[in-house]
């Protein structure tokens, strides 16, 4: 852990309003295979399931083409590397039980090739996640505020190209497969929410000058990954803390929308898109 905190402490740059963060490998170079035989099996079995399902192979297109307009992930032409390894992460579709119409992707990092994953060859990094019961403790006060942050691990970003992916061209399962590669932290990264939850940290720190204490120390205590919730005591703090919560987090590249309050005038100072 503490290899994986002095490498973030040391190369974490930001860029373009976001953290860069690099991913720390148990061995260098990574001793991993290529493993496109196997991803793309597994895109062929995800493309004749999602044939069945048109809505579903809609959204997941959709949110694969909404991944590369944000820059969350981009196409590669050739992936090329010194010792010829690379290492294509399948993905599959998880479904919001309340939303089905909402799709989240998810890249199977555990998959195993040939004995082996690529979870398996990263370090996972330091715990920074609080404690659920702490942060349950926020109704200690009668005005509560909960946010949460938005697709808060795309936030952070990748330096390299290890995390190579498969999907058709033309969001076509019928059509041979693309190659693409994640700029972004995943999830179904084993080293994911410490990443995360570092480049949370480190804004909070990098800013703190230039907010209050109560706002940073909510940064540094009151997230459980990425859910804000905190109590204050009036409703006038409430509105400072909440504007100064989405003023701090954005210079990270951060989002803070799904606002929730048992005070109306407290929604009412947060952008109606903004609310849950």
Not at 129 to 150: H, S, Y
Request: hydrophobic share 35%.
């Amino acid at each position: 852990d503490q290899q994986v905190l002095d490498l973030w402490n040391k190369q974490a740059v930001k860029k373009d309003g976001h953290y860069t963060l690099p991913i720390l490998f148990n061995e260098h170079p990574p001793q991993i295979p290529s493993n496109y035989t196997m991803a793309e099996h597994r895109l062929d079995l995800l493309g004749k399931r999602l044939k069945k399902d048109p809505t579903l192979l809609q959204n997941y297109t959709e949110d694969i083409s909404d991944s590369l307009q944000k820059g969350y992930a981009e196409e590669v032409v050739d992936i090329i590397r010194e010792d010829g390894r690379v290492w294509y992460l399948p993905h599959h579709p998880v479904l919001h039980p309340r939303k089905p119409e909402k799709v989240h992707i998810v890249f199977d990092c555990a998959a195993r090739y040939q004995g082996t994953s690529l979870n398996h060859h990263i370090h996972q990094g330091p715990d920074f996640t609080n404690k659920l019961l702490g942060v349950l403790k926020f109704r200690q006060e009668p005005i509560a505020l909960n946010a949460d942050i938005e697709s808060m691990f795309y936030q952070v970003r990748v330096p390299s190209d290890a995390l190579c992916f498969l999907c058709w061209e033309d969001d076509n399962p019928d059509k041979p497969p693309k190659h693409y590669r994640m700029t972004a932290h995943l999830f179904g990264g084993v080293w994911s929410p410490s990443a995360a939850n570092f480049a949370l940290q480190r804004v909070a720190e990098d800013n703190q000058g230039n907010f209050s204490n109560d706002t940073v120390k909510t940064v540094k205590q009151n997230f459980y990954v990425d859910d804000c919730l905190k109590s204050v005591a009036t409703e006038k703090v409430a509105i400072e803390l909440a504007s100064e919560l989405r003023d701090l987090l954005s210079r990270g590249g951060f989002r803070l929308p799904e606002w929730l309050s048992n005070s109306k005038e407290v929604m009412r100072s947060i952008p109606v898109e903004d609310w849950a």
